[in-house]
């Protein structure tokens, strides 16, 4: 059974970076899409970005131009690079990886703190 192990949240200062890292454990596949979610208390959990196998990648429009992610195919590995944090990304980060023919994979989640 494959899991997804989060790994690089923490506490930053407003305008600091933070990169979360999101590795497989277990059985290995070859995923097709994979990205981060965040959810705050009693809010929905809201996509953030995603990347393909083919690298490409979309954000949602309230991160573009601070977040960057990226993969490594060889690795079955998906990042996020979030620089410039403002409180507003104050959120539990989720990443998730999606697999033909199989159930999409979720990490366990990382906390992300922006706060002086």
């Known amino acids: 059974q494959v899991q997804l192990v989060e790994s690089g949240g923490g506490l930053v200062q407003p305008g600091g970076s933070l990169r979360l890292s999101c590795t497989p454990s277990g059985s290995i596949f070859s995923f097709t899409t994979m990205g981060w979610y965040r959810q705050t208390p009693g809010n929905q959990r809201d996509l953030v970005a995603f990347?393909?196998?083919?690298?490409?990648?979309n954000y949602v429009d309230s991160v573009k131009g601070r977040f960057t992610i990226s993969r490594d195919n060889a690795k079955n590995s998906v990042y996020l690079q979030m620089n410039s944090l403002v409180p507003e990304d104050t959120a539990t980060y989720y990443c998730?990886?999606?697999?033909?023919?199989?159930?999409?994979?979720w990490g366990q989640g990382s906390l992300v703190t922006v706060s002086s």
């Open positions: 990347i393909t196998s083919a690298l490409n990648t």
């Open positions: 998730y990886a999606d697999r033909i023919g199989a159930a999409r994979v």
